[in-house]
């Protein structure tokens, strides 16, 4: 495909190139000739909703001085470097409009072209949790490092879920950008919203008449309704008109939620944590029985040592003992320049995820993608959205505690490297994390339900509204259900026709109505 056809011009690509060979080999100057380029879909199926996906391959050969270009051409080696490209979807006119209402590519353009670079200051020498982004054009096109050149890849063929192992390290990778976002903060005296101000303006849950997100929640609302009625326990039940009543002013309830906390301390939220939002690098599990239990015997010492429990001289004594292991090297870019004594960070040489059988793969690396409703809110909420979105109610039930302390471990880590206190954040320590836990539980199940019945439909029906250039999930104001826009229907006809779709909605709104409609 010519990059001409989604807007990408020749000089554009030069920028691109320019500003990956300044961040990659620290050369503001680098001279080279393009060879050849192209541009190619990233699927032939929808990807995503808020954009269309493409991979820029760019062949390139760097000018030798003194050389004829004939010369240039018979010495100096090729190099193919490949870059992923998030593209307003102009060729669907509705959805333009709707991202464009929203003021997705807007947000997330001013936050990579401005905060992101920040906090990835902040963290240098540190292993990756969001990708460089090396140009963006006007407000509708981001060029990103290819993650997949990189080794990362969105886990597939599970329903949407991720399992215990995948989750321990996704929080590690959300304990980072909170992390970043409290440094960054009290290195520059200012909370992030005045630091870099209406950046981080609420666009997912706006409560106006006249947006479009509100008719795209009442309309949510209607649809998740239709759904409630066709779960046997409760369309047999004497108190449907009840839950279904509760069931709207609960939902609501999100306007709140999304607000910056007046009562917990705020921080970066990514805004939308699912499986397709957070990228994985593997590792081979060692064969060896010895070096296995060697390992093992490493991270019992260090969740040992990272508990609320333990004093610091522990804690200190686990990071000295975890630093002589070998650490994960990131490239050169991310290599902190610091002095030789130094306080290391454990969760830099230290694989959190559970042993997978001998060699075999586990993931060691989770990288965030997609920050385009991001927002300014507690660590509490991005955690549970990520959890209630990415797991069923019995892994819940099992694991949710387990993994809250994976989270707070973590972020108690990051805060260690830099000398600072987690009870800074959370003054009762772990008790006050939970505390917000226990608030924000809420907001991540109606998140999950509120993004998913619209993010979980199958591809090939995603792929008809598109052809038809209508929105899966509903635009446009709710009248009577005679008069709703196609594209609910889209929701109820994956509903009755697909198993997984069906079971995975059924089981959030179970949580939701069940925990907080019955119980209360």
Not at 18 to 38: E, T
Not at 39 to 68: A, C, F, Q, T, W
Not at 113 to 127: C, E, N
Not at 206 to 219: F, G, I, M, Q, S
């Amino acid at each position: 495909m010519n990059p001409s056809t989604i807007g990408l011009s020749e000089d554009d690509i030069e920028a691109v190139v320019k500003s990956y060979i300044k961040d990659k080999r620290n050369r503001v100057n680098g001279k080279f000739r393009l060879v050849s380029y192209q541009v190619r879909r990233l699927s032939e199926e929808p990807v995503g909703y808020l954009g269309d996906h493409y991979i820029l391959d760019v062949n390139l050969r760097e000018k030798m001085v003194h050389y004829s270009p004939e010369e240039e051409e018979e010495y100096a080696e090729e190099e193919y470097i490949s870059f992923f490209l998030k593209v307003l979807p102009e060729n669907v006119p509705k959805l333009a409009d709707y991202i464009k209402e929203m003021g997705c590519f807007r947000k997330e353009i001013l936050l990579y072209k401005h905060l992101i670079p920040r906090l990835q200051d902040v963290m240098i020498g540190t292993r990756a949790f969001v990708p460089t982004a090396y140009y963006t054009k006007e407000e509708r096109m981001v060029v990103f490092e290819n993650l997949k050149t990189d080794g990362y890849s969105i886990v597939q063929g599970t329903k949407n879920l991720l399992d215990f192992e995948h989750l321990k390290v996704a929080l590690q990778a959300v304990a980072k950008l909170h992390a970043s976002s409290l440094i960054l903060e009290e290195r520059s005296g200012a909370p992030i919203p005045k630091l870099f101000v209406g950046y981080l303006n609420e666009n997912a849950y706006v409560y106006d008449d006249d947006h479009v997100r509100k008719a795209n929640l009442e309309n949510a609302i209607y649809v998740l309704s239709e759904m409630i009625k066709r779960i046997d326990v409760y369309a047999s039940s004497e108190r449907l008109d009840e839950i279904l009543t509760k069931f709207a002013d609960v939902v609501r309830k999100i306007y709140d939620f999304s607000k910056p906390s007046e009562v917990f301390r705020n921080v970066l939220n990514h805004g939308d944590l699912w499986s397709n939002n957070v990228m994985f690098r593997y590792e081979m599990v060692p064969t060896s029985v010895e070096s296995s239990t060697c390992s093992e015997g490493r991270l019992a010492e260090f969740e040992k040592a990272t508990s609320d429990r333990e004093d610091s001289k522990e804690i200190e004594a686990a990071a000295a003992q975890a630093s002589k292991q070998p650490a994960c090297s990131n490239g050169e870019r991310r290599r902190r320049k610091r002095s030789s004594i130094k306080k290391p960070n454990p969760f830099e040489v230290l694989s959190l995820g559970n042993w997978s059988e001998p060699g075999g793969t586990r993931p060691s690396s989770c990288i965030l993608i997609d920050f385009q409703i991001a927002r300014y809110a507690p660590p509490a909420y991005d955690v549970l959205s990520l959890l209630m979105s990415a797991t069923t109610r019995i892994f819940r039930e099992r694991y949710l505690e387990e993994l809250l302390d994976v989270y707070y471990d973590a972020l108690r880590a990051e805060l260690d490297w830099f000398h600072r206190d987690v009870r800074e954040i959370f003054p009762n320590g772990f008790a006050s994390f939970h505390d917000t836990c226990d608030q924000y539980r809420l907001a991540g199940l109606i998140d999950s339900v509120l993004y998913r019945h619209v993010t979980m439909l199958p591809v090939e029906l995603v792929a008809r509204c598109r052809e038809e250039h209508r929105l899966p999930g509903s635009v446009g104001s709710p009248h009577q259900p005679g008069d709703r826009n196609a594209g609910v229907d889209i929701c109820l006809q994956a509903w009755s026709q697909y198993d997984d779709y069906r079971l995975l909605m059924t089981d959030m709104l179970s949580d939701l109505v069940d925990r907080y409609i019955l119980q209360v």
